[in-house]
């Protein structure tokens, strides 16, 4: 089992920045085994892939925000990361981290709110 807890979301302005951290924990979870990501799901929008580190160290970013955010992990303190720079009001959603073998999809973390709004 994997447990994944998130934080620092919450309401910016258009253009501004949001770090989000993610702390995961479990037994035999370590980022050599477990591929990690961020997914977000907006109001009547399926949730979707935002960005991914697979366990072989392969990046993943969906179109919409390449360029603008960034995916890391801290290997000693088990956390993942997402850096959002430049945030779109239809980067409003609730944010997810997620974790699996090889590759995110499996466990997931509850969730936290991003809003971009003036």
């Known amino acids: 089992q994997v447990q994944l807890v998130e934080s620092g979301g919450g309401l910016v302005q258009p253009g501004g920045s949001l770090r989000l951290s993610c702390a995961a924990s479990?037994?035999?979870?370590?980022?050599?085994?477990?591929?990690v990501g961020w997914y977000r799901q907006a109001p009547g929008k399926q949730r979707e892939l935002v960005a991914s580190?697979?366990?072989?160290?392969?990046?993943d970013y969906a179109d919409s925000v390449k360029d603008r955010f960034t995916i890391s992990t801290d290997n000693v303190k088990n956390m993942v990361y997402l850096e959002m720079l430049s945030l779109k009001p239809e980067d409003t959603a609730v944010y997810y981290c997620s974790a699996g073998i090889f590759r995110p999809g499996v466990y997931w973390g509850q969730g936290t709110q991003v809003t971009v709004s003036s």
């Open positions: 580190l697979n366990s072989r160290g392969m990046l």
């Open positions: 479990g037994t035999n979870f370590n980022f050599d085994s477990y591929g």
